[in-house]
């Protein structure tokens, strides 16, 4: 689908929180204000919740869960449900892909692909059933019985505000495909196109008390993670909060999928024109403003090549539009909240400070004078060993750093804690499938860039535990139970 986003956007506010199916008044009367990043202006309010608002909605989906007809319809009448929802959200498209771009600043283009990706993670976790086996007879020397997957209980799903929608219909819809039941805190940056996937998903009439919608913050968050009626935690964010979220249930033994951050990287060889690696591979670190946990941001190229990269590149970024993201004629918006435009800001400074070389970009782009903006950044001369090279930026700032040969280039992508995505550009298919394979990362891409979300995402080492997408996300929601038979 495609959506315009107009020029001047009204978002609307909400007095109330999506608890089991129903709104309900929250308890208290703290507000979350929704502030531009395009005019730092006040767009609108949401309720925020607090722990005693969670305590409701745990109760709602643990009575759901135990004695009420989700977990034992069949998963053939549980998607139809699913398919519902998303005839839903499409209805709602344009609203949230505005609401998005107003409140978060993404361009119409990523605000469009994030929720166009929204709706086939419904499409395709709608049709699991027909390629999952949720029962299957077990034979062995001695005996026989069956292998049964059930739903694992009350999930907790917290989600950042870079991509709300489509991080949430990653999670929640397989987890309803299992038979779960749902309490979902989103972040409190970007909780108006939140809302309205509220809305669609009591339009799609699910019984009571199978899915909550509660916007909060870290206090509220922590609540729901340490709450003895939650089964399982279903995480997307920083990787800082991972740790303290798995630190969390490992006191209790809850069960846990982790999607946290990334610095992925794109490796050219020698083989290759860039007309076929770029634009697309720079447009890959810094697209909705880098704000993307998969982005490309470290470049991988031959030392000899070094020089007519970081050129190519340079001349990318410097025709890139950066504004107003409600202008369809931008590529670039501003980053979502101050503090993060500071943090990036200080980053570069970082960069600076250890001798790489600001080829371009490194400030507020001229004549925007409002807006938490950054222009693209780009970085060479860069060592692997530099900050900016190992931690997550999460802006428009993208590094390049030589090689000198295919093994030091594998070492280089592989020199992180992360890995979470990645790219190989060569001309030699045999030798980008060779190199795809030595980097230890959870997606990769050969000669092109893509976050494949029906398909299995996630990450190795401090990138997260468990995938999402496909079966193998469905089966995270699930715990297996072998019956034995005496006869």
């Known amino acids: ?17 999506f608890i089991g199916g129903t709104w309900v008044e929250p308890s208290s009367d703290k507000v979350i204000e929704v502030v531009s990043p395009i005019t730092e202006e006040l767009l609108a309010t949401v309720p925020d919740a607090q722990p005693a608002d969670i305590d409701k909605a745990v109760a709602a989906a643990r009575k759901a869960f135990d004695d009420g007809p989700w977990p034992r319809m069949t998963a053939e009448e549980r998607a139809k449900y699913l398919v519902r929802i998303q005839q839903e959200v499409e209805k709602r498209f344009d609203a949230m892909a505005a609401a998005f771009t107003a409140e978060i600043g993404a361009p119409a283009g990523a605000s469009v692909a994030f929720h166009n990706n929204a709706l086939k993670m419904w499409g395709d976790a709608s049709t699991l059933h027909e390629r999952f086996e949720f029962e299957e007879e ?5 005996g026989h019985g069956k292998l049964v997957r059930e739903p694992i209980g009350v999930v907790a799903t917290i989600i950042p505000w870079n991509g709300p929608v489509a991080t949430a219909s990653l999670k929640i819809a397989p987890a309803l495909a299992a038979g779960c039941t749902v309490v979902l805190k989103p ?6 196109s939140m809302m309205l ?3 669609a998903l009591e339009a799609a009439g699910l019984p009571e008390g199978v899915i909550s919608l509660l916007p909060g913050g870290r206090e509220t968050g ?8 939650v089964d399982k935690i279903s995480f997307t964010g920083s990787t800082a909060a991972g740790r303290k979220i798995m630190s969390l249930c490992g006191e209790r033994i809850a069960r846990v999928t982790l999607e946290l951050g990334g610095k992925s990287a794109g490796i050219i060889a020698d083989d290759i024109s860039l007309d076929k690696v770029f634009p697309a591979l720079a447009f890959a670190g810094i697209g909705h403003s880098g704000q993307v946990c998969a982005a490309i941001t470290r470049i991988v190229v031959p030392r000899h090549r070094q020089d007519e990269v970081v050129d190519t590149i340079k001349t990318i970024f410097e025709s890139v539009s950066v504004g107003d993201p409600r202008d369809d004629s931008v590529a670039i918006g501003p980053l979502a909240a101050e503090r993060q435009r500071t943090r990036v800001l200080d980053y570069i400074e970082v960069g600076k400070a250890e001798g790489a070389r600001l080829v371009t970009g490194g400030g507020r782009p001229a004549g925007l004078n409002k ?7 780009l970085f060479a001369d860069v060592t692997n060993d530099m900050r900016i090279a190992q931690e997550e930026i999460f802006g428009p700032v993208v590094v390049v750093i030589p090689f000198d040969s295919i093994d030091e280039a594998v070492a280089i992508a592989n020199d992180s804690d992360y890995g979470l995505s990645g790219a190989v550009y060569a001309e030699d298919a045999a030798l980008a499938e060779s190199i795809a394979r030595r980097v230890r990362t959870g997606q990769i891409s050969i000669n092109g860039w893509d976050m494949c979300v ?6 190795y080492k401090q990138s997260g535990l468990g995938r999402e997408g496909n079966v193998e996300g469905l089966s995270s929601f699930l715990e297996t139970k072998l019956i034995q038979f005496a006869d």
């Open 454 to 459: 029906t398909q299995p995402f996630g990450g």
């Open 371 to 377: 807006g938490w903006y950054v222009e693209p950044t």
């Open 1 to 17: 689908m495609t959506a315009t986003v107009p020029a001047s956007t009204t978002l609307k506010s909400y007095d109330k929180l």
């Open 222 to 229: 922590e609540h729901l993670v340490r709450h003895k009626d």
């Open 187 to 192: 972040a409190p940056e970007g909780p108006v």
């Open 197 to 199: 996937l509220a809305e």
């Open 138 to 142: 077990r034979s062995w020397a001695d």
